[in-house]
């Protein structure tokens, strides 16, 4: 047996490193608690972390799964007993358990939204069982919902919480409307190219076409399937981007079109970076471009010209031009239709420019050098990789080549 002495020893001991290894873990702890900053700092990273990880839930505006999901983190960042979000006709979510006020369940909380919406501004209804807040969500002047929250007893702290909170709401709803909004003028700008393009091409193709039925069978037949193809790109439904050599596909088409119509009225030169051909651009961002070089450009020049089409790697960008020797535009005239000031024959190159400023920001619209006879260098400067915009069908092709449903095609040349 141990004696007594070494017994107390031992006790001792342990007692040490116990306190040691309390003290240890109690320096730890509180340094961790130093490295978070005042109490002050500490809410505001609650606060900043509960805001960011709801806003995605609200991307797509005030829908039931987002609400449902949103509801979870504000909840938590008002600290309440439930919360309740509606649109301005029913209850969208509910998180929390919502107290039993003469068992009317969500009742209380709709008809104190709608009376929060009619005013347009916070309400608060007092009861036994707890006090309800409702504030509105305002996107402009009109009211689309609310956010109502449960607590035994809101002072005037709570009732300015639960007002901010529907005003974050809002500010993120406003958002979706807005990129909502930013689609729908995207799409009616894509409809305005694609009517641009129907009437006065359609109609020239299928002329050129019919005059070689007689003459040419095999290259009438070339050329309806060149139409078919370019008709079937061009009015496709579906997908905002495209890749560059995808849209390179359809202005090879359309420049066989033209040149069957044309003749050798119209050269074509194409020096294309095969790096560059994966990158996604907007649908229909570079086809009316050449499209205008040579409806406005060289067709109504005597002999023709040519038309230079060039897209190189510049770094995080693809530096693409469009170039021809016609007859030039006249600067305050282009000013003019780039600012939407004038009606034009020009009206695609304003409607690139504004789509290229929506998607990448106002440095990134056309650059259009030009006079009167002296020709028209447009060039475009596209971010190879920029996160939220994907091409609808990647197409990369080697050797400054691109694929087609037949195969393999290189760059129009003559």
């Keep these: 047996m141990l004696s007594t002495a070494l017994q107390m020893t031992l006790i001792v001991a342990t007692v040490i490193v116990g306190a040691a290894l309390v003290g240890y873990l109690g320096f730890k702890i509180a340094r961790s608690n130093r ?25 797509q505006g005030l829908t039931p799964e987002g609400a449902a999901k949103a509801g979870k983190h504000l909840r938590a960042l008002l600290a309440c007993q439930a919360l309740v979000i509606t649109d301005n006709a029913a209850v969208l979510a509910v998180d929390g358990t919502i107290p039993d006020i003469e068992g009317r369940g969500t009742a209380p909380a709709l008809g104190l939204a709608a009376a929060a919406m009619a005013a347009r501004r916070t309400q608060v209804k007092r009861s036994e069982g707890a006090d309800l807040v409702c504030s509105p969500i305002m996107v402009g002047d009109t009211p689309v919902g609310t956010v109502c929250a449960y607590i035994p007893r809101a002072g005037a702290g709570f009732v300015r919480a639960v007002t901010e909170v529907a005003a974050w709401v809002a500010a993120q709803v406003g958002l979706a409307e807005l990129d909502a909004s930013r689609a729908l003028l995207m799409e009616a700008e894509v409809r305005a190219l694609r009517a641009q393009i129907s009437p006065h091409f359609i109609y020239n193709s299928l002329n050129a076409i019919a005059s070689f039925i007689n003459t040419d069978p095999a290259r009438a037949r070339e050329l309806v399937v060149e139409f078919a193809d370019f008709t079937r790109y061009s009015f496709r439904r579906h997908g905002d981007f495209t890749t560059l050599a995808e849209e390179l596909q359809a202005i090879d088409r359309y420049l066989l079109l033209e040149k069957a119509r044309f003749g050798e009225r119209i050269r074509v030169s194409l020096a294309i970076a095969p790096e560059v051909l994966s990158t996604a651009i907007p649908f229909l961002s570079l086809q009316p471009l050449v499209e205008n070089a040579v409806r406005h450009g060289l067709e109504s020049k005597p002999g023709g010209g040519k038309i230079t089409l060039t897209a190189s790697d510049s770094g995080e960008f693809a530096l693409i031009t469009v170039e021809d020797d016609g007859v030039g535009i006249d600067p305050g005239s282009l000013a003019a239709v780039l600012a939407g000031t004038t009606e034009s024959v020009h009206v695609g190159l304003r409607n690139v420019d ?30 190879k990789f920029r996160p939220g915009v994907v091409p609808d069908a990647p197409n990369n092709a080697p050797d400054g080549a691109w694929n087609t449903p037949n195969g393999p095609r290189g760059p129009l040349a003559g």
Excluded: C, N, W
């Design 35 to 59: 490295d978070l900053g005042t109490d002050a700092d500490k809410a505001t990273f609650e606060t900043l972390h509960q805001v960011s990880v709801a806003a995605p839930h609200l991307a």
């Design 354 to 383: 504004v789509r290229l400023r929506q998607v990448y920001g106002d440095a990134h619209g056309l650059v259009i050098d030009t006079a009167p006879g002296a020709g028209t260098l447009i060039t475009m400067r596209i971010p």
